[in-house]
């Protein structure tokens, strides 16, 4: 059974940082993208960023380029995001994912896994 948990999440200032973390288990992942969502209240699930199925690839969503890094361990089953410089309207919970290389990394119909979400709020 496949089982993604996200870890990392709290509270922050504006242009602080944090790291999350999704553990992977259940099977190995060597040939699946990863991707990192965020849903804030009232809001759709939009994307974050991704990485292709070797680390060889990243994409991340325009308000969050140059600020936020994503990264894998392919090893451990990790995946995580380095987000730096946070803003107020990073606010949101944060899912993991993880779908079949290739896929269209900005839509959340191509992942078939979710994790449960963490919360990240940033204060002014």
């Known amino acids: 059974q496949v089982q993604l948990v996200e870890s990392g999440g709290g509270l922050v200032q504006a242009g602080g940082s944090l790291r999350l973390s999704c553990a992977a288990s259940g099977r190995t992942f060597t040939t699946d993208a990863m991707g990192w969502f965020r849903q804030a209240p009232g809001k759709e699930r939009e994307f974050v960023a991704a990485?292709?199925?070797?680390?060889?690839?990243?994409y991340y969503a325009d308000s969050v380029k140059g600020r936020f890094t994503i990264s894998r361990d392919s090893a451990k089953n990790r995946l995580y995001l380095q987000m730096n410089s946070l803003k107020p309207e990073d606010t949101a919970v944060y899912y993991c994912?993880?779908?079949?290389?290739?896929?269209?990394?900005?839509?959340?119909?191509?992942?078939?896994?979710w994790g449960q979400g963490t919360q990240v709020i940033v204060s002014s």
């Open positions: 994912s993880v779908g079949p290389d290739p896929i269209d990394y900005e839509l959340p119909a191509g992942y078939d896994y």
């Open positions: 990485i292709s199925w070797n680390g060889g690839s990243t």
